[in-house]
Nanobody
Framework: QVQLIESGGGSVQAGGSLRLSCARS????????MGWFRQAPGKEREFVAA????????YYADSVKGRFAISRDNAKNTVYLQMNSLKPEDTAVYYC?????????????????????WGQGTQVTVSS
C-alpha cells in the first residue's frame, strides 16, 4: 500500500507563491507517475500537473502552464508543486496522486482514473 501526505497549503494574496509537497511512503520502490489535482467548491476535481517518476517527463494543465512547476526528489520520495503568480481562481483543495500504471504518453496521467492512490488534500486559498 502507498500513503501520500500533502503539506504546504495555506492562504496567500493574489500574485503570491506557495509550494506544496507530497511525501510518498509505504511500499518500496517508486510509482510510475505522480500528479496534482485540485477541487474547488461545487466543481469537479481537475488535473493540474503530472510527472513521470523515472523519465521526468512533465505535463501541465493549460490553466497553470507558465505559473506552476512540478518537480520530484527521488531520494526523498517526494513530489513538489511550486505555484507562482497565484490567482483567486486557483483556490481549491489540492490533492496529490500516485499511479502504478505505465503508459507511454504523459498526457494519460491527466485523468483522474489513471491514479491508484490519493492523498487527503491540502487547502490553498488565494485572496484578491
Amino acid at each position: 500500500q502507498v500513503q501520500l501526505i500533502e503539506s504546504g497549503g495555506g492562504s496567500v494574496q493574489a500574485g503570491g507563491s506557495l509550494r506544496l509537497s507530497c511525501a510518498r511512503s509505504g511500499r518500496t520502490g517508486s510509482s510510475t507517475a505522480m500528479g496534482w489535482f485540485r477541487q474547488a467548491p461545487g466543481k469537479e476535481r481537475e488535473f493540474v500537473a503530472a510527472v513521470r517518476w523515472s523519465l521526468g517527463s512533465i505535463y501541465y494543465a493549460d490553466s497553470v502552464k507558465g505559473r506552476f512547476a512540478i518537480s520530484r526528489d527521488n531520494a526523498k520520495n517526494t513530489v513538489y508543486l511550486q505555484m507562482n503568480s497565484l490567482k483567486p481562481e486557483d483556490t481549491a483543495v489540492y490533492y496529490c496522486a500516485a499511479s502504478d500504471r505505465y503508459v507511454s504518453g504523459i498526457d494519460y496521467y491527466a485523468v483522474y482514473s489513471a491514479y491508484d492512490y490519493w492523498g487527503q488534500g491540502t487547502q490553498v486559498t488565494v485572496s484578491s
